[in-house]
């Protein structure tokens, strides 16, 4: 799987575009919907829009999306916790609450690689100060992602990527003082 990393909108949020057997998954397209769709080739098949969580700047662009590709949008409220599927592309969803009671994050096994929206920063968590955050959620959301291999690489909705070897002393200060 190939990973293609846009910085769109006024809060540089991290979209995604994952690419794999002539097809395309298209992770948080929060604005610069232009921007998002030079960057896909256009002998590629767009499959599906994932949303990691409803803020305004991670789905800033779906309509404009929606309209050239018609493809499935993809949440929390059609996507079940545990394994999924679109076209070529297996994921692990895991809900986590805290920055937003709709929050997921995405796991690729295959590749090690985790897209966590707003959850996880490198050196930081997600705010739970905004409306639907909640932090007993967001201490829960860190206790099931601390059990998964540290060697995963997390790409975040906003800033540089990390790891969980890189982040668990944060993700574990986090917990014990939120």
Do not use: W
Not at 46 to 51: A, E, F, L, P
Not at 88 to 93: A, D, G, L
Not at 143 to 150: A, H, T
Request: proline share 3%; aromatic share 10%.
């Amino acid at each position: 799987m190939n990973i293609k990393v846009v910085a769109v909108g006024k809060l540089d949020t991290n979209c995604y575009i994952l690419s794999k057997n002539n097809s395309v998954l298209i992770i948080d397209p929060g604005d610069d919907a232009d921007k998002i769709i030079s960057n896909i080739d256009k002998f590629m098949d767009v499959v599906g829009i994932i949303i990691t969580h409803s803020h305004f700047d991670h789905i800033g662009a779906v309509s404009s999306l929606l309209n050239k590709y018609n493809v499935p949008v993809y949440d929390k409220t059609n996507l079940k916790e545990g394994i999924n599927s679109v076209s070529s592309f297996s994921f692990e969803v895991i809900y986590t609450p805290g920055h937003l009671d709709d929050a997921i994050v995405l796991y690729f096994r295959e590749n090690d690689v985790m897209f966590t929206g707003d959850f996880i920063f490198k050196n930081s968590i997600g705010r739970t100060d905004l409306p639907g955050g909640n932090v007993a959620d967001m201490k829960k959301s860190i206790l099931k992602i601390l059990k998964y291999p540290e060697n995963i690489r997390i790409l975040p909705g906003h800033y540089a990527s990390t790891t969980i070897q890189e982040e668990k002393k944060n993700l574990e200060f986090f917990y014990s003082h939120i």
